[in-house]
C-alpha cells in the first residue's frame, strides 16, 4: 500500500531551527508538496518538489531525495507564528495525492 | 484569503436532518476537490471534478452527494449522516495540467452529526 510517514509532534525554540521529516512509499513519484495549517485555518501551500535537492523560499527549505523516498522541511530563525501542522503529500503515478497525517509543531518562547 | 470561500463554516445537524455545503472558488481553477479531514488522520479524498466532470469516487457513501454545477461551484450534499461523519469538511481548488498543481483550500466546514 501506499504511506507517507512524518512525526506526530515536534517542540522547538522560538529563534532555533527545525526539521520536519517525511518518508514515503508510493506507486510512482510526480512531486512532494508541503503545506502548512494553523490551527482553525485551510492549509497553504509552502513547497513543491519533483526533482532532488533543495529548494529554499525565506526562512522555509525543503529538501527532497527520491531514492531514499524522503523528504524534509527545514525552518530557521522560529517565530511564535511558525507554530501549526505541517502536512505532507506525494502525488503518485496516476497523480493522486497521497497525504502524511501531519506534524503538529510548538513553538515556545 | 485563499481564493476559495466555504460555506457554512460550522453546521450541526441530526442523523436525519438534510444539509448542504457550499464552495465558491475565485481563481479561475480547473479542477475542485472535496476532502474530510479527522483529528490525527490524512486528509480524505471524498469527490473530484475536472473540466467539471467527477473523476474521482473514492469509495464514499451515498449519503454525501456532490454537485458541480459550473467551474466555480462545488456543493455536497449531506443526508441521514452518521456521528462518525463528523470532521473538518474541506473543499480546494488546483489548476491541474500546469506547473505544480498545488491545491488551494478554503477554510472548511465544520460539521458535527448528534
Known amino acids: 500500500g501506499q504511506n507517507i510517514d512524518q512525526p506526530t509532534e515536534m517542540t522547538a525554540t522560538e529563534g532555533a531551527i527545525v526539521q520536519i521529516n517525511c518518508t514515503y512509499q508510493?506507486?510512482?513519484?510526480?512531486?512532494l508538496f508541503w503545506y502548512q495549517q494553523h490551527a482553525g485555518e485551510a492549509p497553504t501551500f509552502l513547497s513543491y518538489?519533483?526533482l532532488d535537492g533543495l529548494e529554499e523560499k525565506g526562512r522555509f527549505s525543503s529538501f527532497l531525495s527520491r531514492s531514499k523516498g524522503y523528504s524534509y522541511l527545514l525552518l530557521k530563525e522560529l517565530q511564535m507564528k511558525d507554530s501549526a501542522s505541517y502536512l505532507c503529500?506525494?502525488?503518485?503515478?496516476?497523480?493522486?495525492?497521497?497525504w502524511g497525517a501531519g506534524t503538529k509543531l510548538i513553538i515556545k518562547p | 484569503e485563499t481564493g476559495v470561500t466555504q460555506t457554512p463554516r460550522h453546521l450541526v445537524m441530526g442523523m436525519t436532518n438534510k444539509k448542504s455545503l457550499k464552495c465558491e472558488q475565485h481563481?479561475?481553477?480547473?479542477?475542485m476537490y472535496w476532502y474530510k479531514q479527522s483529528a490525527k488522520k490524512p486528509l480524505e479524498l471524498m469527490f473530484v471534478?475536472?473540466?467539471?466532470?467527477?473523476?474521482e469516487n473514492n469509495s464514499v457513501p451515498s449519503r454525501f452527494s456532490p454537485e458541480c454545477p459550473n467551474s466555480s461551484h462545488l456543493f455536497l450534499h449531506l443526508h441521514t449522516l452518521q456521528p462518525e461523519d463528523s470532521a473538518l469538511y474541506l473543499c480546494?481548488?488546483?489548476?491541474?495540467?500546469?506547473?505544480?498543481?498545488?491545491?488551494?483550500f478554503g477554510e472548511g466546514s465544520r460539521l458535527t452529526v448528534l
Open positions: 480546494a481548488s488546483s489548476q491541474v495540467y500546469e506547473g505544480p498543481g498545488e491545491l488551494f
Open positions: 481563481l479561475g481553477h480547473n479542477a
Open positions: 471534478y475536472n473540466f467539471k466532470e467527477q473523476t
Open positions: 508510493t506507486s510512482g513519484f510526480n512531486g
Open positions: 518538489n519533483v
Open positions: 503529500a506525494v502525488r503518485d503515478s496516476n497523480y493522486q495525492l497521497i
